[in-house]
């Protein structure tokens, strides 16, 4: 089993910069995918970027060039860097892992099995 545990939401400004954590605890060391999603009310969860066990990223187009997401060399700790955010950046930001190597071409919600409680993103202007 894996338990993963977000922090660091909280409200931020157009324009800001936020940076998210997840704790990872458990059997991480059978862990390959980590990622983040985010769901906003009345939506459904999207994949925001994913990063495998070998550093290999892929992120959503819409964050491209303003989220970074890293992981410890221990992949104990999945992280967001969150910059230049935007309104449309807002709402429930969770961290997800798998086992399995990361998809190459999309960032799936049914593609993880291992998900956490999900932290609060505000953008205000």
């Known amino acids: 089993q894996v338990q993963l545990v977000e922090s660091g939401g909280g409200s931020v400004q157009v324009g800001g910069s936020l940076r998210l954590s997840c704790a990872a605890s458990?059997?991480?060391?059978?862990?390959?995918?980590m990622a983040w999603f985010r769901q906003a009310p009345g939506k459904e969860r999207e994949g925001v970027a994913h990063i495998g066990g070998g550093g290999t990223t892929k992120y959503a187009d819409s964050v491209k060039g303003r989220f970074t997401i890293s992981r410890d060399s221990a992949g104990n700790t999945l992280s967001l860097q969150m910059n230049n955010v935007r309104p449309e950046d807002a709402g429930m930001y969770y961290c997800a892992a798998d086992l399995f190597i990361c998809r190459r071409t999309s960032i799936r919600v049914t593609d993880f099995y291992y998900w956490g409680q999900g932290t609060q993103v505000t953008v205000s202007s």
């Open positions: 458990g059997n991480t060391d059978k862990i390959d995918c």
